[in-house]
């Protein structure tokens, strides 16, 4: 697996993606802010979901006034990928 998911904030954004379908930036800082109970820094936020769009796991789309971020067929994979992993370590405990 590649380096994608070492950061818990590009799975957790990765994850919302997957389930929600395509969100603009603040809506999926505020889910991402929800879930963490805590404020999250815009420059740190917006450098996660850059990486994400360079490392073809996201992909950023014009949508009216503002932007929104989806899942690639590869950031998908990827996220399947995870859960799949997880669903093995807790399936073996």
Known sequence: MTKWLQS???R???????GEGPL?????????ESHYDERIEP??????LDTLVDNGHLELREAG???EY????????MVEEQFAWMRG???DS
């Open 8 to 10: 818990g904030r590009r």
């Open 12 to 18: 957790d954004l990765t994850i919302i993606l997957a």
């Open 24 to 32: 603009h930036g603040q809506a999926l800082k505020s889910r991402l």
């Open 43 to 48: 420059r740190s936020f917006y450098g996660a």
């Open 65 to 67: 006034i503002h932007d």
């Open 70 to 77: 989806a899942l690639t067929d590869a950031g998908r994979r």
């Open 89 to 91: 370590h807790l399936e």
